[in-house]
């Protein structure tokens, strides 16, 4: 049984640094590609970052130079680093990685909240 469990979320004022850590266990091989979704109060759920599996990246327009993605398959963890923030950076933070068992499958995290105070 593979979970995703994120770690690294709290409150941070603007202009702060935050990273966010999502560690897969289980029988994993290797994670292939990996993503960061959040959602803020009445707001709906959007990508914020994306990892491919050949290691391209692809960022919203509202974090680009700000939040860079990574992998470190040595630990199975999916990062999230986040400078820079702003108050409009306040929501809760989801991973999503396609995790190799020897097939490929997906699995989400519980989410973590992070929230910037100006």
């Known amino acids: 049984q593979v979970q995703l469990v994120e770690s690294g979320g709290g409150l941070v004022q603007a202009g702060g640094s935050l990273r966010l850590s999502c560690a897969a266990s289980?029988?994993?091989?290797?994670?292939?590609?990996a993503g960061w979704f959040r959602q803020a109060p009445g707001k709906q759920r959007e990508l914020v970052a994306h990892?491919?599996?050949?290691?391209?990246?692809n960022y919203v327009d509202s974090v680009k130079g700000r939040f860079t993605i990574s992998i470190d398959n040595a630990k199975n963890t999916v990062y999230l680093q986040m400078n820079s923030l702003k108050p409009e950076d306040t929501a809760v933070y989801y991973c999503?990685?396609?995790?190799?068992?020897?097939?490929?499958?997906?699995?989400w995290g519980q989410g973590t909240q992070v929230t910037v105070s100006s």
């Open positions: 999503y990685a396609e995790v190799n068992l020897g097939s490929l499958r997906d699995y």
């Open positions: 289980g029988s994993v091989f290797s994670i292939n590609a």
């Open positions: 990892i491919a599996s050949g290691g391209s990246t």
